[in-house]
């Protein structure tokens, strides 16, 4: 499933890569395996591949037509990048920019950029290499992410603060994937909320990463939540105190989940996390504190 509509605003779903990650016994802190296998029936083959026991994940970027301007929401692993934290997706050799040739977009026709946060898996395609330097891939577009997640991993500034996660799979990311942003005069620092276009706003959603961002679109009485890495696995819609290991600030990771799922239940949202797969986008409906996913809302 690659097209959606909210309102008139198309959606694209641009797909980078899919495959198997960690057990989920690794991948989710709180983890129960009771209450795992309780639905896994529901998750598998989509979500989760029982035989191997492993979570089963993608990277996706997600194409945004609002009324001709063009974002590009998240922006995956990339090409060649030097991954040390991160081998998996280190080297990757992807044709990601035919596939969004594809969808109708060369490079130069993407406009806004948003990374939900400066995770490697989502600033990737932010660059690519050219004559052995790394250069904005999109060379019209702005480019926007959080002041916040900027100021946590850049080296040049006094304090840079990382997580020993984040720091661990972020090895090398700022320097090749955001700083040459910075470098080009193309980034644009999100201090606070933000209107960027009529019915697109960016929202700080912190708790994954501490400036991590969703975007919530509106057109037509419709709304979607596009909410990166706010959870990464439909157990987290039924259980949003499991935070994956990859969330840096645990507390609020779950607050800012439990908040984000009740709002899309309020609002009837489609919800389109950075790597589901099924129909990669869902919608949740809530029975007093019972929060339940359905997976295959079109
Ligand atoms: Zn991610």
Redesign the pocket.
Known sequence: MDTYRIGNIGIRRVEEWQGEFLPPDQMFTGFSRELFDQHAAEFTPDFYHAEQDRYFGF?QSWLLDVTGTRILF?TGAGNDKPRPGIPLFGGLQTDFLQRLADCGARPEDIDIVVC??L????VGWNTRLIDGRWVPTFPRARYLFSAVDRAVWDPTIAQPCPSEIGAAVNQQVFEDSVAPLLEAGRAELIEDELELLPGIRLVPTPG?TPGHLMMHVTSGGEHALFV??IL?HPIQARYPDWNSV?CEHPVQARQTRREMLHQAAALEALVFP??FGGQHCFRVSRDGNTLTPDLYPL
């Open positions: 990277l998240d939900s946060h995770h490697v898996d989502h994954h990166g890495d990464h990859f950075a790597h």
